[in-house]
Antibody, heavy 124, light 107 residues
């Protein structure tokens, strides 16, 4: 059973860079695609971007100028970097496994395993 | 951007009752691109329904979903105590978006 665990600093100052890592166990990181989603306290979910097994990414247009996603297969980890953070970036950040492809009925895309999430607060 | 609007914001029901949750899309989409998640307080989302109507592994058959175009529905036929949670719909588009969530609370 795949398990994901986010790690990184919980408190940042405005203009700093957020760096989070998701460690994957129970599955080969090279065999799947991955994603990052965030959730401001008391609010809904926001998709940040998908990271494909070959290293390509698909990012939210609202964040693409500040986000970098990367894969480290040797450590079974993938990472999120978000530059120039503001208070609006305060949220619980989740990593998840992306399941995407085609079956007999057509295309499918969903997030089937999630980390527990890590709270990031941006405050001066 | 395809905006998903979930209603009602909060649904107050008793165990054993039927819950009907709505997810309206600002753009017409294939039902196969609609996914539902359940989230309990302090926990990550849990995959419930994908491909518009396919239950994820281990999801009981009291959960069902469907719809097409711009109107999608998640139904819980008889609420169990563990079903009281927040439910999110999500569409695969460019970009991918989530609805604001519907909270199902105990009446």
């Amino acid at each position: 059973q795949v398990q994901l665990q986010e790690s990184g600093p919980g408190l940042l100052k405005p203009s700093e860079t957020l760096s989070l890592t998701c460690t994957v166990s129970g599955a080969s990181i090279s065999s799947y695609d991955w994603t990052w989603v965030r959730q401001p306290p008391g609010k809904g979910l926001e998709w940040i971007g998908d990271l494909y097994s070959g290293g390509a990414t698909k990012l939210s247009p609202s964040l693409t100028s500040r986000v970098t996603l990367s894969l480290d297969t040797s450590k079974s980890q993938f990472s999120l970097r978000l530059r120039s953070v503001t208070a609006a970036d305060s949220a619980v950040y989740y990593c998840a496994r992306l399941n995407m492809g085609y079956d007999s009925t057509g295309f499918y895309h969903f997030f089937d395993s999630w980390g527990q999430g890590t709270l990031v607060t941006v405050s001066s | 951007e395809n905006v998903l609007t979930q209603s009602p914001g909060t649904l107050s029901l008793s165990p054993g009752e039927r819950a009907t949750l709505s997810c309206r899309s600002s753009q017409s989409i294939s039902g196969r691109l609609l996914t539902w998640y359940q989230q309990k307080l302090g926990q990550p989302p849990r995959l419930l329904i994908y491909g518009g109507s396919t239950r994820a592994t281990g999801i009981p058959d009291r959960f069902s979903a469907g719809g097409s175009g711009t109107v999608f529905t998640l139904t819980i036929s008889r609420l169990e105590p563990e079903d009281f949670a927040v439910y999110h719909c999500q569409q695969y588009g460019s970009p991918l978006t989530f609805g604001g969530g519907t909270k199902v609370e105990i009446k």
